[in-house]
């Protein structure tokens, strides 16, 4: 079951699209548009329908959850996607990736506090 939602940027336009890291809901146009720029050219857009369930999932293995963060490539990659194109990179599971960078933002946030 797909559902009509309107794009978070020009809403005029069904969404087809959410970003990975935005967490908005895109039309194609807008997501070229609003991703045009160096810096966001790493988020990755999910097709909607695709995403019904709120899970991640590959943009190349449409039907695989996106389970792993490629240290090299510093995106979410499938099962799949790790065994083919990203083989030899260090890798983590999501989760404990994050879990990780939140420690580590919590570190540098007490040392700024004490080097102040």
């Given at each position: 079951m797909q559902c009509s939602t309107m794009c978070s940027n020009c809403e005029t336009t069904t969404a087809e699209y959410i970003c990975d890291k935005c967490q908005e809901n895109y039309c194609l146009e807008c997501y070229q548009t609003t991703h045009a720029p160096r810096a966001l050219?790493?988020?990755q857009k999910?097709?909607?329908n695709k995403?019904?369930?709120?899970?991640p999932l590959c943009e190349i293995h449409t039907d695989v959850k996106l389970k792993y963060w490629c240290q090299k490539c510093h995106r979410s990659v499938c099962s799949d996607c790790l065994l083919?194109?990203?083989k030899d990179h260090p890798y983590n599971l999501i989760n404990?990736?994050?879990n990780e960078l939140q420690t580590k933002v919590y570190i540098d946030i007490i040392i700024f506090?004490?080097?102040k």
């Open positions: 050219q790493n988020h999910i097709f909607i995403n019904v369930s709120g899970i083919i194109e990203h404990k990736a994050a506090y004490i080097l």
